[in-house]
Each structure stands twice: as C-alpha cells, then as structure tokens.
Nanobody, 118 residues
C-alpha cells in the first residue's frame, strides 16, 4: 500500500492541526494504521494506532487526551487530530500501515512537518 501524509504546518502553542494520510494500491481496511513522529535529533517514536475497523485505538502517553486517531475506510484515509499542541510536538509525522498477519509496520508515508511555536 502506498501512503501519502499531508496537513502539517506551523501552529502556535495551544493550537490544533489535523493530519491526513491517504492510502492507495491495496484494500485499506486490511491494514492497521498508525502515526509515528521524529523530532530533530531524536529517534522516531510511536504516536497513535488504530485497528482495521477503527474500533480500537492506542496512544502514546505523551499525546493521550490531546490527539485523536480515526479512519474512514470508504475514503482510504486515516487522520490524526492534534489539539492543545506543545512545542515538544514539533516533529515530522509519518503514517504507517501494518497487515494483520505482521507485527511490523512495513509501509510508510513520506512524512509531514509539524512545527509548534512557543
């Protein structure tokens, strides 16, 4: 599956952004989806994940209560609604896909930059 993430930008502390990730090439509902991020000088870290049907969601403690992951299987798109943004949220955000039979996220989007100014 091919993934394309977009929606990043510059926002002030406390602001909101919604990232989108459009999938193509395979049956979208066959994939669990996730968002990861990588801040400058840091390793990539998990942000949020959602099951194939959208029933189950998972969050890193650092974003719990502020970020919401969702998906629209009819539109082949996964979203990340980010509220109450902090400077520490500044990073390149990547969407990723995992088939049910795998424990690894093997398809990755190109990343979209989110910058939160203080």
């Amino acid at each position: 599956v091919q993934l394309q993430a977009f929606g990043g930008g510059l926002v002030q502390t406390g602001g909101s952004l919604r990232l989108s990730c459009a999938a193509s090439g395979r049956t979208f509902s066959d994939y669990a989806m996730a968002w990861f991020r990588q801040a400058p000088g840091k390793e990539r870290e998990f942000v949020a994940a959602i099951s194939r049907s959208g029933t189950n969601t998972y969050y890193a403690d650092s974003v719990k209560g502020r970020f919401t992951i969702s998906r629209d299987n009819a539109k082949n798109t996964v979203y990340l609604q980010m509220n109450s943004l902090k400077p520490d949220d500044t990073a390149v955000y990547y969407c990723a896909a995992r088939v049910a039979t795998s424990t690894q996220f093997t398809s990755w989007g190109q990343g979209t930059l989110v910058t939160v100014s203080s």
